[in-house]
T-cell receptor, first 112, second 113 residues
Framework: NAGVTQTPKFQVLKTGQSMTLQCAQD?????MYWYRQDPGMGLRLIYY???????DKGEVPNGYNVSRLNKREFSLRLESAAPSQTSVYFC???????????FGSGTRLTVV | KNQVEQSPQSLIILEGKNCTLQ??????????LRWYKQDTGRGPVSLTI?????NTKSNGRYTATLDADTKQSSLHITASQLSDSASYIC????????????FGKGTTLSVSS
């Protein structure tokens, strides 16, 4: 089925460990996004990529890095995980700013 | 400050009943307003997208309305089903290019039999 695929679905890290969240879309969308969702808060943008080869910071980029590997893949890296990064992370893609977003099913990350 | 406020925070209704969820926003100018449905443990799924010039948009039993003058939107669900139990999120896209979408915190709807 077409859509956005995120891996892993669940992850537990110790403080200071690093990891990369993977995201791939097969809809030929130009734009891709990483969001985090915390209880009682709306989704917040971490980083986005308007097109292959470009990335920009969103609302909450500190502690994260991203790579737009090609048009399909957009990864999110935590270099030194902190408990404040415990959250559910969603990757999304769209054909452009005026189009709807397609979200992945999320990665539930716990940092202990 | 650009904000999107949704009400009520949560709602419980009986299967078959109708309900209306509210969204008030301060984003101006904006290019479009979206409603998403998020099932527990899943990513949000788009229900409707309305530009600032549209007043209403339907998707099956879901009907969204927009009043750009009062900066209010509503999502009306007709003949609710158990599968409608989810969080419904209002999202506003500022017109300024490169500005991130602004998400509301969502309304949690529970439909009981």
């Amino acid at each position: 089925n077409a859509g956005v695929t995120q891996t892993p679905k669940f992850q537990v890290l110790k403080t200071g460990q690093s990891m990369t969240l993977q995201c791939a879309q097969d809809m030929n969308h130009n734009s891709m996004y990483w969001y985090r969702q915390d209880p009682g808060m709306g989704l917040r943008l971490i980083y986005y990529s308007a097109s292959e080869g470009t990335t920009d910071k969103g609302e909450v980029p500190n502690g994260y890095n991203v790579s737009r590997l090609n048009k399909r893949e957009f990864s999110l890296r935590l270099e030194s995980a902190a408990p404040s990064q415990t959250s559910v992370y969603f990757c999304a893609s769209s054909a452009g700013e005026t189009y709807g977003y397609t979200f992945g099913s999320g990665t539930r990350l716990t940092v202990v | 400050k650009n904000q999107v406020e949704q009400s009520p925070q949560s709602l419980i209704i009986l299967e078959g009943k109708n309900c209306t969820l509210q969204c008030n926003y301060t984003v101006s100018p904006f290019s479009n307003l979206r409603w998403y449905k998020q099932d527990t443990g899943r990513g949000p799924v788009s229900l409707t997208i309305m530009t600032f010039s549209e007043n209403t948009k339907s998707n099956g039993r879901y009907t969204a309305t927009l009043d750009a003058d009062t900066k209010q939107s509503s999502l009306h669900i007709t003949a609710s089903q158990l599968s409608d139990s989810a969080s419904y999120i209002c999202v506003v896209s500022p017109r300024q290019a490169g500005t991130a979408l602004i998400f509301g915190k969502g309304t949690t709807l529970s439909v009981s039999s």
